[in-house]
T-cell receptor, first 111, second 115 residues
Protein backbone atom coordinates (compact mmCIF):
# COMPACT_ATOMS: atom_id res chain seq x y z
CA UNK A 1 0.00 0.00 0.00
CA UNK A 2 1.12 3.50 -0.69
CA UNK A 3 1.95 5.69 2.28
CA UNK A 4 3.12 9.25 2.67
CA UNK A 5 5.21 10.25 5.68
CA UNK A 6 5.92 13.74 6.91
CA UNK A 7 8.24 13.36 9.87
CA UNK A 8 8.23 17.01 10.97
CA UNK A 9 4.92 17.91 12.67
CA UNK A 10 6.13 21.47 13.25
CA UNK A 11 8.79 23.69 11.73
CA UNK A 12 9.74 27.32 12.13
CA UNK A 13 11.75 29.73 10.01
CA UNK A 14 12.90 33.31 10.28
CA UNK A 15 11.39 35.67 7.78
CA UNK A 16 13.55 35.89 4.61
CA UNK A 17 15.34 32.62 5.43
CA UNK A 18 15.03 29.25 3.70
CA UNK A 19 13.26 26.20 5.08
CA UNK A 20 12.93 22.64 3.83
CA UNK A 21 9.97 20.41 4.61
CA UNK A 22 10.50 16.66 4.31
CA UNK A 23 8.29 14.04 2.75
CA UNK A 24 8.89 10.38 2.00
CA UNK A 25 6.55 7.93 0.36
CA UNK A 26 6.31 4.27 -0.29
CA UNK A 27 4.98 2.80 -3.52
CA UNK A 28 5.38 -0.07 -5.94
CA UNK A 29 3.98 1.96 -8.82
CA UNK A 30 6.29 3.39 -11.46
CA UNK A 31 3.97 6.13 -12.72
CA UNK A 32 2.62 8.61 -10.21
CA UNK A 33 2.50 12.27 -9.24
CA UNK A 34 3.47 14.13 -6.10
CA UNK A 35 2.06 17.37 -4.74
CA UNK A 36 2.58 19.87 -1.99
CA UNK A 37 -0.54 21.60 -0.71
CA UNK A 38 -0.75 24.59 1.61
CA UNK A 39 -3.56 25.15 4.11
CA UNK A 40 -3.37 28.63 5.72
CA UNK A 41 -5.17 29.06 9.05
CA UNK A 42 -8.94 29.05 8.49
CA UNK A 43 -8.49 29.17 4.74
CA UNK A 44 -8.86 26.75 1.88
CA UNK A 45 -6.23 24.24 0.85
CA UNK A 46 -4.39 25.25 -2.29
CA UNK A 47 -1.83 23.57 -4.52
CA UNK A 48 1.73 24.83 -4.13
CA UNK A 49 3.66 22.65 -6.54
CA UNK A 50 3.46 19.32 -8.36
CA UNK A 51 6.00 16.84 -9.69
CA UNK A 52 5.58 14.10 -12.27
CA UNK A 53 7.53 11.00 -11.31
CA UNK A 54 8.83 10.36 -14.82
CA UNK A 55 10.42 13.80 -14.96
CA UNK A 56 13.91 13.98 -13.50
CA UNK A 57 13.93 17.76 -13.37
CA UNK A 58 12.78 19.20 -10.07
CA UNK A 59 9.68 21.40 -10.23
CA UNK A 60 9.94 25.08 -9.31
CA UNK A 61 7.26 27.71 -8.70
CA UNK A 62 8.71 31.09 -7.79
CA UNK A 63 10.09 30.77 -4.23
CA UNK A 64 8.98 27.14 -3.94
CA UNK A 65 11.02 24.25 -5.27
CA UNK A 66 11.21 20.53 -4.68
CA UNK A 67 14.01 18.04 -4.31
CA UNK A 68 12.63 14.86 -5.86
CA UNK A 69 14.71 11.75 -5.30
CA UNK A 70 12.81 8.92 -6.98
CA UNK A 71 15.10 6.09 -5.92
CA UNK A 72 15.01 7.26 -2.32
CA UNK A 73 11.25 7.98 -2.56
CA UNK A 74 11.81 11.42 -1.15
CA UNK A 75 10.01 14.65 -2.09
CA UNK A 76 11.03 17.66 -0.02
CA UNK A 77 9.75 21.22 -0.39
CA UNK A 78 12.11 24.18 -0.15
CA UNK A 79 10.72 27.62 0.55
CA UNK A 80 13.17 30.41 -0.14
CA UNK A 81 12.95 33.97 1.19
CA UNK A 82 10.18 32.95 3.61
CA UNK A 83 7.36 35.42 4.07
CA UNK A 84 4.78 35.81 6.84
CA UNK A 85 2.12 34.63 4.42
CA UNK A 86 3.88 31.27 4.09
CA UNK A 87 2.75 30.33 7.59
CA UNK A 88 0.42 27.40 7.12
CA UNK A 89 -0.01 23.66 7.34
CA UNK A 90 1.74 21.96 4.44
CA UNK A 91 0.65 18.58 3.17
CA UNK A 92 2.58 16.27 0.90
CA UNK A 93 0.35 14.13 -1.35
CA UNK A 94 0.77 11.16 -3.65
CA UNK A 95 -1.41 10.39 -6.66
CA UNK A 96 -1.24 7.00 -8.33
CA UNK A 97 -3.99 4.42 -8.22
CA UNK A 98 -5.23 6.34 -5.22
CA UNK A 99 -4.59 9.67 -3.60
CA UNK A 100 -2.80 9.83 -0.24
CA UNK A 101 -1.96 12.74 2.00
CA UNK A 102 0.72 12.96 4.65
CA UNK A 103 -0.09 14.08 8.17
CA UNK A 104 1.10 17.62 7.56
CA UNK A 105 3.81 20.01 8.77
CA UNK A 106 2.81 23.19 10.55
CA UNK A 107 5.14 26.01 9.47
CA UNK A 108 5.59 29.10 11.62
CA UNK A 109 7.31 32.15 10.15
CA UNK A 110 9.04 34.31 12.74
CA UNK A 111 9.21 38.04 11.96
CA UNK B 1 -11.26 29.87 -11.19
CA UNK B 2 -12.62 26.65 -9.84
CA UNK B 3 -14.95 27.15 -6.96
CA UNK B 4 -15.83 24.42 -4.51
CA UNK B 5 -18.38 25.41 -1.91
CA UNK B 6 -19.63 23.60 1.16
CA UNK B 7 -23.02 24.24 2.70
CA UNK B 8 -21.81 25.15 6.20
CA UNK B 9 -18.55 26.31 7.77
CA UNK B 10 -19.62 25.23 11.25
CA UNK B 11 -22.22 22.70 12.30
CA UNK B 12 -23.28 21.41 15.71
CA UNK B 13 -25.39 18.28 15.91
CA UNK B 14 -26.52 15.85 18.59
CA UNK B 15 -25.64 12.19 18.83
CA UNK B 16 -27.97 10.07 16.74
CA UNK B 17 -29.01 12.85 14.37
CA UNK B 18 -28.82 12.39 10.60
CA UNK B 19 -26.40 14.91 9.16
CA UNK B 20 -26.07 16.10 5.57
CA UNK B 21 -22.97 17.88 4.32
CA UNK B 22 -23.31 19.36 0.86
CA UNK B 23 -20.59 20.19 -1.64
CA UNK B 24 -20.95 21.93 -4.99
CA UNK B 25 -18.31 22.57 -7.66
CA UNK B 26 -18.80 24.87 -10.61
CA UNK B 27 -16.22 23.62 -13.13
CA UNK B 28 -17.78 20.47 -14.53
CA UNK B 29 -15.23 18.25 -12.76
CA UNK B 30 -15.60 14.49 -13.03
CA UNK B 31 -14.15 13.52 -9.66
CA UNK B 32 -15.40 14.58 -6.27
CA UNK B 33 -14.05 13.58 -2.90
CA UNK B 34 -14.90 13.73 0.79
CA UNK B 35 -12.08 13.82 3.32
CA UNK B 36 -11.92 13.99 7.06
CA UNK B 37 -9.11 16.06 8.61
CA UNK B 38 -7.96 15.40 12.17
CA UNK B 39 -4.84 16.73 13.94
CA UNK B 40 -1.92 14.37 13.57
CA UNK B 41 -3.78 12.17 11.10
CA UNK B 42 -3.78 14.41 8.05
CA UNK B 43 -6.53 13.95 5.49
CA UNK B 44 -8.26 10.62 5.24
CA UNK B 45 -10.45 9.74 2.29
CA UNK B 46 -14.02 8.79 3.18
CA UNK B 47 -15.62 8.36 -0.25
CA UNK B 48 -15.07 9.54 -3.77
CA UNK B 49 -17.12 9.64 -6.94
CA UNK B 50 -15.91 9.64 -10.53
CA UNK B 51 -19.31 10.07 -12.16
CA UNK B 52 -22.94 10.75 -11.41
CA UNK B 53 -24.46 8.02 -9.25
CA UNK B 54 -21.05 6.33 -8.96
CA UNK B 55 -19.25 6.07 -5.66
CA UNK B 56 -16.22 4.31 -4.27
CA UNK B 57 -15.21 3.74 -0.66
CA UNK B 58 -12.10 5.38 0.59
CA UNK B 59 -10.07 4.47 3.65
CA UNK B 60 -12.65 5.22 6.34
CA UNK B 61 -16.20 4.80 4.96
CA UNK B 62 -17.74 3.28 8.08
CA UNK B 63 -20.56 5.39 9.46
CA UNK B 64 -20.83 7.48 6.29
CA UNK B 65 -22.67 7.33 3.00
CA UNK B 66 -22.66 9.60 -0.05
CA UNK B 67 -24.92 10.69 -2.84
CA UNK B 68 -24.15 12.14 -6.26
CA UNK B 69 -27.34 12.74 -8.18
CA UNK B 70 -25.93 15.62 -10.23
CA UNK B 71 -22.42 16.09 -11.54
CA UNK B 72 -21.79 19.28 -9.62
CA UNK B 73 -23.07 18.11 -6.24
CA UNK B 74 -21.67 15.53 -3.84
CA UNK B 75 -23.29 14.96 -0.47
CA UNK B 76 -21.87 13.27 2.59
CA UNK B 77 -24.39 11.71 4.95
CA UNK B 78 -23.87 10.67 8.56
CA UNK B 79 -26.79 8.32 9.14
CA UNK B 80 -26.55 8.49 12.93
CA UNK B 81 -23.96 10.97 14.10
CA UNK B 82 -21.60 9.94 16.89
CA UNK B 83 -19.15 11.95 18.95
CA UNK B 84 -16.17 10.30 17.22
CA UNK B 85 -17.34 11.90 13.98
CA UNK B 86 -16.53 15.34 15.36
CA UNK B 87 -14.01 16.60 12.82
CA UNK B 88 -13.24 18.92 9.92
CA UNK B 89 -14.74 17.65 6.66
CA UNK B 90 -13.21 18.73 3.38
CA UNK B 91 -14.74 18.33 -0.05
CA UNK B 92 -12.59 18.37 -3.18
CA UNK B 93 -12.97 17.98 -6.92
CA UNK B 94 -10.66 17.25 -9.84
CA UNK B 95 -11.06 17.44 -13.58
CA UNK B 96 -10.67 13.92 -14.87
CA UNK B 97 -11.77 10.54 -13.68
CA UNK B 98 -9.18 8.55 -11.81
CA UNK B 99 -6.25 9.69 -9.75
CA UNK B 100 -3.66 11.41 -11.86
CA UNK B 101 -1.73 14.55 -12.56
CA UNK B 102 -4.82 16.61 -11.94
CA UNK B 103 -4.76 18.62 -8.78
CA UNK B 104 -7.65 18.53 -6.40
CA UNK B 105 -9.48 21.76 -5.64
CA UNK B 106 -10.76 22.04 -2.10
CA UNK B 107 -13.73 23.63 -0.44
CA UNK B 108 -13.39 25.71 2.74
CA UNK B 109 -14.31 22.80 5.00
CA UNK B 110 -17.10 22.14 7.46
CA UNK B 111 -16.21 21.87 11.11
CA UNK B 112 -18.71 19.43 12.57
CA UNK B 113 -19.19 19.03 16.29
CA UNK B 114 -21.34 16.16 17.55
CA UNK B 115 -22.50 16.55 21.14
Amino acid sequence: AQTVTQSQPEMSVQEAETVTLSCTYDTSESDYYLFWYKQPPSRQMILVIRQEAYKQQNATENRFSVNFQKAAKSFSLKISDSQLGDAAMYFCAYSGNQFYFGTGTSLTVIP
Amino acid sequence: DVKVTQSSRYLVKRTGEKVFLECVQDMDHENMFWYRQDPGLGLRLIYFSYDVKMKEKGDIPEGYSVSREKKERFSLILESASTNQTSMYLCASSLLAGFSYNEQFFGPGTRLTVL
